[in-house]
């Protein structure tokens, strides 16, 4: 029983350690440009993938209907064009200035504007797309969901951003940029745990079959099929690789001592990804991400931290 106290305050000094908005800074940012790079990226198909009725194969109000047998609380973008309707809308209308808003909301958080309000936005606009094309949706949606899920969750706004300069507003819990770093770096390895333990199952990782599909497959095929043959050799090399990293990202990770070479194999993985299969967004997202949770403490910028620590408190 005389161990409860001390146990209690390792937790609160492991959940709530000193730190700075240094990692809130680069979500932010990096979250706004992955926002606006998306939106830029789908100016010209946004209206053609999310018609109701539209020319593709799958249109959203097909998404929407099949959604619906899962949860009718699920956001989405029928309700914004129904919205929309009853106040003279037309569908065109409210899906060009959907995107125009979640456009708006990427630059707004880009340069810190309205942080918090702008975060909420780009999530909530961003997750209607994302449900709302769910065929046609991919692993880059899932995560740019969760980044942004933790970003308006987190004590907004930063240093770095336009509000603390300009309106001189503070964050109204800062005591909780230690906590939702810490979900976001839980998060991350179970994410990655559970990843590279599903590859480690399948000999496909392990001979490198799986990488050689990956990248044969359409419309990730953008490296020449004989330069892939000249360099088979090495695609168990990189299966391998590829899980071991993955399934000892929570063991490494959180070591000092191997954190930095862990976190620049997991960077450059995303890179090459990006590079080879053309998923420069999902490897961006990626990237923000793991810069975001384990990064910023490798940088001269971390400074000004803030803790919560009922030991001095009580001093």
């Not at 951003?161 to 906590?179: E, G, H, I, T, V």
């Amino acid at each position: 029983m005389k161990r409860l106290p001390e146990l209690r305050l390792r937790v609160i000094d492991f959940c709530f350690p000193a730190e700075s908005d240094t990692w809130l800074a680069i979500l932010r940012i990096g979250l706004g440009l992955q926002v606006v790079l998306y939106a830029l990226s789908l100016r010209d198909d946004w209206n053609y993938f999310l018609a109701g009725t539209g020319h593709t194969l799958i249109s959203r109000n097909l998404g929407e209907a099949i959604l619906s047998l899962e949860s009718y609380f699920v956001p989405r973008l029928g309700w914004l064009v129904t919205l929309g309707a009853r106040i003279g809308f037309r569908e065109e209308t409210v899906l060009r200035l959907t995107w125009i808003c979640l456009l708006s909301s990427g630059c707004a958080l880009l340069m810190g504007i309205a942080s918090r309000f702008s975060a909420i936005l780009a999530w909530f606009l961003h997750l209607c797309a994302a449900k709302s094309a769910g065929f046609v949706s991919y692993g880059v949606d899932n995560f740019m969901t969760i980044g942004l899920f933790y970003l308006m969750l987190s004590p907004l706004p930063d240093r770095y951003s336009l509000d603390r300069r300009l309106r001189k507003s503070r964050a109204n819990d800062p005591q909780l940029l230690a906590f939702w770093r810490r979900i976001l770096q839980f998060h991350l390895c179970i994410i990655y745990f559970f990843s590279g333990l599903t590859k480690c199952l399948g000999p496909g990782w392990w001979d490198g079959s799986n990488v050689w599909r990956a990248l044969i497959r359409p419309p990730f095929n953008i490296i020449d099929p004989e330069i892939l043959v000249r360099w088979k050799y090495l695609f168990p090399v990189a299966g391998i690789f590829i899980c071991l990293l993955e399934i000892g990202y929570p063991f490494f990770i959180w070591n000092s001592q191997t954190r930095k070479i862990w976190l620049i194999c997991i960077c450059a993985m995303h890179l090459g990804i990006g590079i080879t299969m053309g998923m420069y967004l999902f490897a961006f997202v990626m990237i923000v991400l793991n810069v975001a949770a384990f990064g910023s403490r490798l940088s001269r910028m971390e400074c000004c931290t803030t803790s919560l620590q009922p030991r001095k408190a009580v001093s």
